[in-house]
């Protein structure tokens, strides 16, 4: 066993919200796992080699999700002259490939993929497990389920009642999947439907996820309008994307049926803020519509308990892998009125829990998995600053060194020459 341990760190502590100064944490090595955590410096003896970290701020790492790691992030659109879905399997791995690396590179650490054109994710996942590509942990869902054009149809299986459902998720499953998406709502980035626009029924959705849970497989239903929502809490599905309206009986639905919410609220904060000219204007229309509704739904929601998990819906207009995760845990705090720990706790633990993980991720403890942050500042003082550059570490191996630490360091060295002056 070779350890290493990390020593002078302010570390976050989920149960008592908030970072404990004068921690240390010893990561093993060759499993890359944390095997202790605790006061002080060390219980153990000897360790192979020690971090002192000067009181810096550690995290875990960023969980996002719901992402398209296929799509084609905004920042290459060139004015939206080209194609958001790449029409070809080798455009849309090159694309996976490199939205991995910069997520990673920005802090997130695992991802939940809930729609990938070609199933291009499980393998983009058996690559990464490999060691071939820098990224993330992946949960997959290959292509999403739709009806015949219903939302996102260009990219997805389109399946129309109870036995097409049933025989395509079970070779989705087949092919690999660990997560099966329903699209059970229209939505805003497709024309000629709504947010509150059902497009499959109760029992086609409880088809869905029955068939999953046998698997021992999670379920998360893209449902935007109110109607949608209801529906698809009914039918079991363990998330909710979006979740644009949600009254008083969605909150003691999903209360009953232990329902986690994945906000996406930098998608339609993106294109309301930057889409004009670039996204149709039906498409904005609806955001502007929608938006307030949005927020005030999230809000609504965390206020009465219901966990909220981070997700962008990375590959979206003006929103993809870079720090628009860090975005979407400040738009938590300040459009849905989430206090700074709640907006971690939603990008790490709850996470976790919504992919079912979080017994080996999302938080900073023996037994994880030695994913996580070092950052100058506290986030609990600012979330924003959880998107500075940071170091990012996976199973224990720093993938990402801030490129300010040595700076930092000469400036606060020059501050203690200047006072000792």
Known sequence: MTTTNYVNAAIYNHDQQKFIFNQHMIVDENTGKIIEVGNGRTTRQVCDDVVDLNGRFVMPGIMNAHTHITDMPTYWWHNGEEKRHPDSREVCTMFAIRNMQDALSHGITYIRNVGAEFDIDVEIKKMQEKGWIKGPKIMTSGRAFS???????????????????????????????????????????????????????????????????????????????????????????????????????????????????????????????????????????????????????????????????????????????????????????????????????????NCAKAMHIDQEYGQIAAGNYADFLVMNENPIDDISVVGHDKDVYQNGKRVHAQEVVNELKATQKIKKISAAI
């Open 147 to 349: 009806i015949t054009g219903g939302h996102d149809s260009e990219s997805t299986y389109e399946v129309d009642g109870i036995d097409e459902v049933r025989k395509g998720v079970r070779q989705a499953l087949k092919n690999g999947v660990d997560n099966i998406k329903m699209m059970v709502t229209g939505g805003v980035l497709k024309n000629g439907e709504t947010p509150d626009d059902i497009q499959f029924t109760l029992e086609e959705a409880r088809t869905a996820v029955s068939e999953a849970h046998h698997k021992g497989k999670t379920a998360a239903a893209h449902a935007q309008g109110n109607a949608g929502i209801k529906e698809a809490v009914a039918a079991g599905f363990d998330t909710i994307e979006h979740a644009f309206d949600i009254d008083d009986e969605a909150i003691t639905m999903m209360k009953e049926h232990g329902t986690i919410i994945v906000p996406t609220m930098n998608a339609m904060f993106a294109i309301y803020k930057y889409g004009r000219g670039v996204v149709p204007d039906w498409a904005r229309e609806k955001v502007i519509l929608n938006i307030k509704k949005h927020f005030m739904s999230i809000a609504k929601a965390a206020k009465a308990g219901i966990p909220i998990a981070m997700g962008t819906d990375a590959g979206t207009p003006f929103n993809g892998f870079q720090n628009e995760s860090a975005y979407e845990m400040q738009l938590y705090v300040e459009k849905a009125a989430m206090t700074p720990a709640q907006a971690i706790d939603a990008a790490t633990i």
